[in-house]
């Protein structure tokens, strides 16, 4: 089958601006992935094409990109989910650096703003072996160990467009992971830092974050969680 | 314009190994992780099924046993000292790791919870044991993303996406490594006291691979240029459940749970290769009993695969028919709901890439080039050794996938390679600052990066006819099919013909993407002439081991030969030629004997 | 600090999101609707006056109505979606059906009201 | 092993004046929903039934003062205008224009990153809702 690709071009050293270039690939599959697209028009139209790309199913984060003006991973999507014509461009709000390769740095700024990290000072099991924790207990965090940062959900989000202090959803969900584990002692501190003005009351709930999430986790639940969190104390 | 940072310890790489490696270096030296990804997208975070180590949380079991495993696994290649060392120090870093929060599955009773994985036994009754501790079936994404954040929280200092393209030896001593910054283009020299190598594995050197894009052999390919062996490098693991074409790794993990493997004629095979353990013998095992199904003509409608099953009726009709019982001794079942908390990440994947859903229908499976058993010699300090008499080169070591210890041997036991890159990881890192402490830098030469420099403007500025990506997809062909799951000599001496050719090929190769910023075309370029420089280097091991082992089966020499190959292989590259020596295999308690599963 | 906007407005319009989106587009439009339109008719009908009078009589005008309706009505809609969701967390996971039911229930009461107001106003 | 449950005392929870407007916000809709209803079913009662249309009952749930039912066929707006009405009428204005200043903060904080900025809007703010809260309240008191 013919499937049309119109992409995002920038590249800094020659371009002024940006533009889109259209390439047809003409015996494409309907299982292809976006990503064997971008690599085939990488490997015989155009070698100039820069993304990021690694593991190629979905599980390192690297590519993601708005396929047909939604975030995405361009491995985790087939011709057959999105059509012949296939608009890509470069996620929102962070700097295009070339083609679909953006500066990722504010992102995981954010992420290590809100300690994403396991912490207990407690001593340690006297018999020496791990610390328990009930399988119920472990299910309470169980959709938020998914993320693999990847920034679909924080690139998505209306309020992360609007300025640029906002956490964003992808921290907001590593905070969950850890404020959720039984195991973890410094809920409190978290708390305190998303809950300032930069943090979860910047979420109004628009629910791109959880729609664009290749994990599927759901976010706007793990956020809501995280705002009772700050009212009844229950964690 | 090269800019210069100096640190006492370097690590290359920044999947589970290297973050290891760092985490337990920068307790007490200056240390630094280069990786040409961001740390999260490492390809440790693609292994699924569970890290091995003989807690005994829900049965019966030793480190001893999974030594015994191992051994058995390796098909008697490795080396039992350091297979001993590494299983007896795997319960350590389980808890280790759990301490540092990583979420583990758990029992009822709070323990970290284990499943059943393919070579993994009671030694008294030869049925399979729970091994395998497991996060759902991420636990390499769990580990990596806690290795990762522990990092963070030791402020250990990251240079994200700079591909290292050398590595600087004086005088037969590491001094440091040479490193491009992709988002400009620079070079950047570090020096160092130490440099550990945790740069992972060349699966990308076949077509069908569970292998991520950036496995393309870096580290053994600029070891091999600096002139130090490498070792093994005939053993490469195929495992047995890929996605049909895309390769896509299905975890043993599936099996673990109950799950069987059906030919074309609804037959479920395994009982005639392995009738102990069936589904859950070890990789090369399944690899090629599928294999030969399929040569034979039992594949899925004379296509290349068979069926793995894991509907709930199934697994428990043949779970009823093995006897298969929970810990307390009732008959184990399950439902599929179970099956959906355990395994989601397998599900979803059958789900986008297959539209097929595991619950209700079969998958279609296929081997598909898995791990690299062989690399990058090393003692089980993680120290580098050059040659038969393992000599160490000071100052450099190596861990994870890129190193050969060797405790993998000819084919390795699925859940070991995550606990290598922990075991060794850490070990490695602990022994290079440790050798940081009292050495002292190396004096660097005067242009350290005047030859990779050269190596890029040649490969930038070419101006020849020859795409790379033709070339990539020749050589990835020409390695499946003749130095893959089967291999015999007609085919091999063609494979190193063919890479010889594309190799030359691959000097005209043209360059397009002048720029300096994000060139991925130019690296890719780079890239692809390691996997070359390796690919070569396999298929020569491969045509020199007149027997079968393992992950290298032969097919004109079926048998194992203990007389004259229980031996390690260490191939260099001088003045553009191969050149293989051996080493001897370490036997400590466990004396070669037949393989049966 | 300066002040930075990751993305401008227009970019960020061309975000395919879907029915969630647009509905908190819409319950913001509403808001800012709302805060503008009552200031203004309280404080008209608090001064009163020809002025305030004029304003009013603006106010009530049926096409100024039916867009008052939607805002509020909407804005009041789509808030107990959103309270009800917020306080009981779990309830997230059902997102999208809890959109579908929005707009069933949305639609006929202010197609209803419209009716009436098109009716009151045309009809005599 | 049950899952044990844990509760963060007051001052560990992060709980600020962020997070209280975050649920005076979802409180208050509630409230105003209440408020509503309340209007709605005494309007019925009232036999707004006969003598009013939907647009117009609507309105009254609102805010409920015998101007917004000025121009239906009710013959006496006395029982309209009672203090009980007054009342709710009061009630209804406070929590909505609370919850509507609160709503633009919100909304500015979206665009003003600069803490300068947000500090004059919250001011700004609390003098915008007096004035309406004054001109609301002599609206609802005098009608």
Known sequence: MQVTLKIFRYH????????????????????????????????????????????????????????????????????????????????????????LITDMEPFFENYKKVLPWFINNSPLPEDGRERRQSPEERARFDDTTKCILCACCTTSCPSFWASDDYLGPAALVAAHRFIFDSRDEAAAERLKIISETSGLARCHTAFNCTLACPREIQITKAIAELKLATITGRV | MTKLHQFDVVVVGAGGAGLMAALYASRTAKTAVISK???????????????????????????????????????????????????????????????????????????????????????????????????????????????????????VTFFDEFQVLDLILVNGRTAGVVAVELATGEFHTFHAKAVIFATGGHGRIF??????????????????????????????????????????LITEGVRGEGGVLINGLGERFMSKYAPTVKDLASRDVISRAIYTEIREGRGVNGQNYVWLDVRPESVNQYAAMDGRTNPDGSPYTVT???????????????????????????????????????????????????????????????????????????????????????????????????????????ALPAHPEEEVRAQLEALRNGSGRENAFEIGREMRKVMFEEVGIYRNERGMRFAIEKIHELKERYKHIRVRDTGRIFNTELLNAWELGNLLDVAEVVAESAL???????????????????????KHTLIWKRNGHTEISYKPVVITKYPPKERVY | MALKHNVSLATALRYKGR?????????????????????????????????????????????????????????????????????????????????????????????????????????? | ????????????????????????????????????????????????????????????????????????????????????????????????????????????????????????????????LLLMVVAGLYVVWTW
């Open chain 2, 37 to 155: 990804l961001y740390p999260t997208r490492s390809h440790t975070g693609t292994a699924q099924g569970g890290i091995g180590a003989a807690l005994g949380n829900l049965e019966e079991d030793h480190p001893e046993w999974h030594t015994y495993d191992t051994v058995k696994g390796s098909d008697y290649l490795g080396d039992q000292d350091a297979i001993e060392f590494m299983c007896y120090e795997a319960p350590q870093a389980i808890i280790e790791l759990e301490h540092m929060g990583l979420p583990f599955d758990r029992t009822p009773d709070g323990r970290i919870s284990q499943r059943p994985f393919g070579g993994h036994t009671n030694n008294v009754t030869g049925k399979p044991v729970r091994r395998a501790c497991h996060a759902a079936d991420r636990t390499g994404h769990m580990i990596l993303q806690t290795l990762y954040q522990q990092c963070l929280k030791n402020q």
């Open chain 3, 19 to 124: 029915g969630p989106m647009w509905a908190f587009i819409l319950h913001r439009l509403g808001g800012l609707g709302m805060a503008i339109l009552l200031t203004v008719h309280i404080l008209s009908t608090a001064l009163g006056g020809p002025v305030g009078q004029f304003l009013n009589d603006l106010y009530m005008h049926w096409a100024f109505q039916i867009v008052v309706y939607f805002f509020v009505l909407f804005h009041a809609v789509n808030g107990l979606r959103i309270t009800l969701l917020d306080l009981w967390p779990s309830l997230w996971v059902y997102g999208r059906e809890a959109l579908w039911i929005e707009w069933a229930v949305f639609l006929p009461i202010y197609g209803l009201a419209v009716y009436t107001i098109l009716s009151t106003a045309l009809g005599g």
């Open chain 4, 1 to 128: 092993m049950a899952a044990k449950s844990r509760r963060l005392s007051l001052r560990e929870r992060g709980l600020n004046f962020e997070m209280l407007m975050w649920l005076f916000t979802r409180l208050s809709a509630l409230v105003m929903y209440g408020l509503i209803l309340v209007a709605m079913v005494g309007a019925f009662l009232m036999g707004a039934r006969t003598q009013m249309n939907m647009a117009d009952v609507l309105r009254w749930g609102f805010l409920s003062i015998a101007g917004h039912i000025q121009n239906t066929n009710i013959p006496d707006l006395e029982p309209w205008a009672t203090p009980f009405w007054r009342l709710t009428a009061s009630a209804m204005l406070l929590v909505a224009t609370a919850h509507g200043v609160h709503g633009l903060v919100v909304i500015a904080d979206d665009y003003i990153v600069h803490p300068r900025g947000r500090r004059n809007v919250r001011a700004l703010s609390i003098v915008f």
């Open chain 2, 544 to 566: 020199n081991r007149t027997e079968s082992r393992g992950g290298h089966s032969r097919e004109d020499y079926p048998d194992r030969d203990d007389q004259n190959w229980l």
């Open chain 2, 336 to 442: 599929g709901e179970q099956i959906l908390t355990k395994l989601p990440d397998i599900i979803d994947f059958c789900r986008v890439y297959l539209g097929v859903d595991p619950l209700t229908e079969m998958m279609p499976v296929q081997p598909t080039a898995h791990y690299t058993m062989g690399g990058i010699p090393t003692n089980k300090y993680g120290e580098v050794v050059i040659d038969e008499k393992n000599t160490v080169l000071p100052g450099l070591y190596a861990a994870g996938e890129c190193a050969c210890v060797s405790v993998h041997g000819a084919n390795r036991l699925g859940t070991n390679s995550l606990l290598d890159l922990v075991v060794f990881g850490k070990h490695a890192g602990l022994k290079a600052a440790e050798f940081a402490k009292h050495a002292d830098f190396e």
């Open chain 1, 12 to 99: 800094p050293e020659v371009d002024k601006t940006f533009h889109y270039e259209t390439y047809v690939i003409e015996n494409a599959q309907e299982t292809d992935r976006v990503l064997d697209l971008l690599e085939y028009v990488k490997g015989y139209y155009d070698g100039t094409l820069a993304f990021r790309r690694s593991c190629a199913h979905g599980v390192c984060g690297s590519d993601a990109m708005r396929i047909n003006g939604q975030n995405m991973l361009a491995c985790k999507v087939l011709v057959r989910d999105v059509g012949t014509h296939i608009t890509v461009e470069p996620i929102l709000g962070l700097k295009v650096i070339k083609d």
């Open chain 2, 207 to 248: 077509e069908v691979t569970s292998n991520a894009y950036s496995y393309t052999g870096d580290g053994a390919a600029i070891v091999l240029r600096r002139g130090l062996p490498l070792e093994d490098m005939e053993f490469f693991q195929f495992h047995p459940t890929g996605i049909y074409k895309l390769g896509i």
